[in-house]
Structure formats: structure tokens, C-alpha cells
């Protein structure tokens, strides 16, 4: 009798493990996503590398956002794999999530100089950017095998960031010209 009622609540907690919905956080995979990111600021104008984070935001609603999983840092270079402007997060559990009903999702980026989460990036009005807001049906396929296989981000578009340099790069330019100036003058 022991061994059934364990063998019970074995199986109870497998069925709801499998029922939260999955999504593979990636802006880059064989569906085609195609979700690259440029930063557009100033001077740059560029895919984005390493020195940038990407967070993924879900919700059961387009006002209800808010981060799941970890940000992670843009790939460097071509030579990884993916390139640069691309994340590959991996797979990220949306337990707040139905995966029948799916949800809501959006990608936010930022120069990790700008902050350690996009909201810091935003309340230093540092370079940051988001991605469409697009929803997914359905988080996983019950009937794939093995069941709950996350599903690619579908509907992702490429996006920017932007930001303006800061303001001690602007301070040190016109001090250079300034002094420039005064030397031509003597």
C-alpha cells in the first residue's frame, strides 16, 4: 500500500511539472525568429555584443509584463554561433502561465553599463530598447514527445536600442575643442 500511494504522488507531481508552459528564449532559431538587436545610438549604429543584456517579459496580458527567467548577455561574435545582436537564453519556465492559453511576451535590452535590470537601465536613462509585444497561443506541445517542448519565441521582431552618450563623453568633447581653440588662438 505504501509503495502505490508513493508511486501516486510520484506521478501527481510529474503531471504538474509538465503542465507549465515553456518558451526556448532565443532570438535566433530554426522557426526562423528573427529578432536580432542594433543599438542605433550616437555614433554607434551596430549590432549589439556582450556588453548588452536581454531579458525576456511575459504576462497573461499585453499590460501585464513582467521579467521571467534571467537576463542574459548578448552572443559577441559570429564565431559562437549565433552572432552578434542575438540571444540564446535557453529554455524559461512560465509556471504564472497557462501553456493551453499562452500568453503575452516582449524582449528588452540594455548596455549592462546602464544598469543591472532594464528598469535601472531606464531610470539612468541609459541605452536601452524593447521588442514588439507579441503573444503565443499555446507554451509547449502536450502531445510532442517528450511533452512540453518550449516553443520558439514566434512573432519576435529585429529592434534598437538607443540612448545618449553620456554626459561626461560630451563635457570632455567640448572641453578637447575648447582647448584646441585657445591653442589656435595664441
Given at each position: 500500500?505504501?509503495?502505490?500511494?508513493?508511486?501516486?504522488?510520484?506521478?501527481?507531481?510529474?503531471?504538474?511539472?509538465?503542465?507549465?508552459?515553456?518558451?526556448?528564449?532565443?532570438?535566433?532559431?530554426?522557426?526562423?525568429?528573427?529578432?536580432?538587436?542594433?543599438?542605433?545610438?550616437?555614433?554607434?549604429?551596430?549590432?549589439?555584443?556582450?556588453?548588452?543584456?536581454?531579458?525576456?517579459?511575459?504576462?497573461?496580458?499585453?499590460?501585464?509584463?513582467?521579467?521571467?527567467?534571467?537576463?542574459?548577455?548578448?552572443?559577441?561574435?559570429?564565431?559562437?554561433?549565433?552572432?552578434?545582436?542575438?540571444?540564446a537564453?535557453?529554455?524559461?519556465d512560465?509556471?504564472?502561465?497557462?501553456?493551453?492559453?499562452?500568453?503575452?511576451?516582449?524582449?528588452?535590452?540594455?548596455?549592462?553599463?546602464?544598469?543591472?535590470?532594464?528598469?535601472?537601465?531606464?531610470?539612468?536613462?541609459?541605452?536601452?530598447?524593447?521588442?514588439?509585444?507579441?503573444?503565443?497561443?499555446?507554451?509547449?506541445d502536450?502531445?510532442?514527445?517528450?511533452?512540453?517542448?518550449?516553443?520558439d519565441?514566434?512573432?519576435?521582431?529585429?529592434?534598437?536600442?538607443?540612448?545618449?552618450?553620456?554626459?561626461?563623453?560630451?563635457?570632455?568633447?567640448?572641453?578637447?575643442?575648447?582647448?584646441?581653440l585657445?591653442?589656435?588662438?595664441?
Amino acid at each position: 500500500m505504501k509503495k502505490v500511494l508513493i508511486i501516486a504522488s510520484l506521478l501527481v507531481a510529474t503531471v504538474g511539472v509538465l503542465a507549465q508552459g515553456s518558451v526556448n528564449f532565443a532570438t535566433k532559431t530554426g522557426s526562423g525568429v528573427a529578432g536580432f538587436c542594433t543599438d542605433v545610438s550616437p555614433g554607434v549604429n551596430a549590432l549589439v555584443g556582450s556588453a548588452y543584456l536581454g531579458q525576456l517579459y511575459a504576462g497573461a496580458t499585453a499590460d501585464s509584463l513582467a521579467p521571467v527567467g534571467t537576463a542574459v548577455a548578448f552572443k559577441n561574435s559570429v564565431a559562437t554561433g549565433a552572432g552578434l545582436g542575438w540571444l540564446a537564453g535557453g529554455e524559461v519556465d512560465l509556471a504564472s502561465l497557462s501553456p493551453t492559453t499562452g500568453g503575452y511576451f516582449q524582449v528588452r535590452a540594455w548596455l549592462a553599463a546602464s544598469g543591472a535590470t532594464y528598469e535601472a537601465a531606464l531610470a539612468s536613462n541609459g541605452v536601452k530598447g524593447v521588442s514588439n509585444v507579441f503573444q503565443l497561443t499555446t507554451l509547449g506541445d502536450p502531445n510532442a514527445k517528450p511533452p512540453g517542448l518550449p516553443v520558439d519565441l514566434i512573432g519576435l521582431q529585429a529592434f534598437t536600442v538607443t540612448g545618449v552618450p553620456e554626459p561626461s563623453t560630451l563635457v570632455l568633447g567640448v572641453l578637447g575643442a575648447s582647448l584646441f581653440l585657445l591653442r589656435r588662438r595664441s
